[in-house]
């Protein structure tokens, strides 16, 4: 298996950052995420972990007998900078990318991977960079900021994710992000098809024909509001191009019986299931998301596509060999 590093996870989620990084190389001491969903779907699939259901800004590894790892990872919350919120920063109570950089100064990693929107690089929260930037370099780190679309890593989305690295000054010297593995990404209709015709539904091949162009972003994985739909209206439009009834997702595969009819609106297209986001996701097809059918979506639109987050693990890793 090669070299393996050891990393803590610091809101988890449904695990896609962390299965990408297990398959980089980084088994994890411990993965915290403060829903009791999320610690349940992570439970399910890698019993073995050590999953620590809390709010990872309480967390002191000493109380866990952790003392250092070699990689600190996580996602921390968009909402704070996402352009379709209140692009509060720091005012907002779930701004989490400072309490991220804090727990290195504890932990001494020698590498930091932390994902978020890339609405961050924007001129309007320069600020917030600049003081991030000031710990990371009072603390002997070097750094960079990227961002990354997921579909030219394989994943069937539109998805760009701003990813901060950061190293000590001689593994960083090695570091390279990752050159795209993929072109554009493969259509919705490509990916979903065989999965949509398992019932015997006819117009499987007309519907995949409509449905020709990468997934829009999967959004509406909020917290705090939303439910099982696939985010705003503006969004649901455009999944309403691709043959999409974006309004709710759907328990099961269109029947037989039912009729493809784009003129009839969200009546006449089907809807999708949490199986088919997961797939828009990049997360594999045995990878179990526990609770109800809003629980099990919004874990899954919060993910961070395993291929993209695996990129970036495997080069990490690459710096730390030497």
């Not at 050891?6 to 297990?22: D, F, K, S, Y």
Request: net charge neutral.
């Amino acid at each position: 298996m090669g070299v393996r590093f050891t990393g803590l996870e610091i809101g988890a989620g449904v695990g896609g950052q962390a299965l990408g990084l297990e398959r980089a190389g980084f088994d994890p001491v411990a993965v915290i995420d403060n829903d009791p969903h999320a610690c349940r779907t992570l439970r399910a699939n890698r019993p073995g972990w050590n999953v620590l259901e809390m709010d990872f800004k309480q967390f002191v590894g000493a109380d866990h007998r952790i003392s250092t790892v070699d990689l600190l990872s996580g996602g921390v919350p968009s909402t704070p900078y996402s352009i379709a919120g209140k692009q509060e920063g720091t005012k907002d109570k779930r701004d989490l990318l400072a309490a991220a950089v804090y727990l290195a100064i504890e932990l001494q990693p020698r590498a930091i991977l932390l994902e978020t929107t890339p609405s961050l690089l924007s001129p309007k929260f320069v600020q917030v960079r600049e003081e991030v930037e000031a710990e990371l370099k009072h603390l002997g780190y070097s750094w960079e900021w990227n961002v990354f679309d997921a579909q030219h890593f394989g994943v069937p989305q539109i998805r760009r994710s701003c990813l901060l690295v950061a190293m000590r000054p001689d593994d960083f010297a090695r570091f390279m992000w990752p050159s795209p593995t993929h072109g554009p990404g493969a259509t919705v209709g490509q990916v979903l098809r065989d999965s949509m015709a398992s019932k015997g539904w006819r117009f499987a091949d007309a519907w995949a024909s409509l449905a020709n162009r990468v997934a829009p972003t999967i959004v509406g994985g909020s917290k705090t509001h939303g439910g099982a739909d696939l985010g705003p209206t503006r969004t649901k439009q455009q999944w309403m191009e691709l043959a999409v009834n974006a309004h709710s997702l759907g328990n099961d595969v269109p029947e037989v019986n039912f009729v493809l009819d784009p003129e009839l609106g969200r009546d006449g297209i089907p809807k999708l299931t949490v199986e088919h986001v997961m797939t828009l996701q990049g997360l594999p097809d045995d990878w179990i998301v526990t609770g109800g059918k809003t629980a099990r979506y919004k874990q899954v639109a919060q993910a961070f596509p395993p291929p993209l987050a695996e990129a970036i693990g495997r080069q990490i890793a690459a710096a730390l060999v030497g």
